[in-house]
C-alpha cells in the first residue's frame, strides 16, 4: 500500500502562484510513476500531468504545458506540482496518484493509489 496525502491547496487571485505537494508513505517511492488530476465541480476528473519514476520525464495535459511543472524528490518521498499564471478554470480538487510503472499516463486506471485531494480555488 503507498498512503498519498496532499497539501498547498487554497484561494489565489488569477495570475498568481501555487504550490502543491503530495507526500507519500508505505512503500517505496521511487518505484511509482507519480500523476496530477483534478476534478471540477460537475465535470469529470481530468489528467494534468505526470511524471516518470526517476524523474527525468515528464508529459503534461495541454491546458496547462508551461504554466505548470510537476518534479519530484525521491529521498523527502515528494511530488510537486508548481502551478503559475493560475486561471479561474484552474479550480478544482487537485488530487496525486502513484502507478507501480516506470511512466505512467493519462488514463486514471493506470493509476493504482490516489490521494484525498486538495481544493485549489482561483479568483478572477
Known amino acids: 500500500q503507498v498512503q498519498l496525502v496532499e497539501s498547498g491547496g487554497g484561494l489565489v487571485q488569477g495570475g498568481g502562484s501555487l504550490r502543491l505537494s503530495c507526500a507519500a508513505s508505505?512503500?517505496?517511492?521511487?518505484?511509482?510513476?507519480m500523476g496530477w488530476f483534478r476534478q471540477a465541480p460537475g465535470k469529470e476528473r481530468e489528467f494534468v500531468g505526470a511524471i516518470s519514476r526517476p524523474g527525468g520525464r515528464t508529459f503534461y495535459a495541454g491546458s496547462v504545458k508551461g504554466r505548470f511543472t510537476i518534479y519530484r524528490d525521491n529521498v523527502k518521498n515528494t511530488v510537486y506540482l508548481q502551478m503559475n499564471s493560475l486561471k479561474p478554470e484552474d479550480t478544482a480538487v487537485y488530487y496525486c496518484?502513484?502507478?507501480?510503472?516506470?511512466?505512467?499516463?493519462?488514463?486514471?486506471?493506470?493509476?493504482?493509489?490516489w490521494g484525498q485531494g486538495t481544493q485549489v480555488t482561483v479568483s478572477s
Open positions: 508505505g512503500r517505496t517511492f521511487s518505484n511509482y510513476a
Open positions: 496518484a502513484a502507478a507501480d510503472r516506470y511512466y505512467s499516463g493519462v488514463a486514471a486506471d493506470e493509476y493504482d493509489y
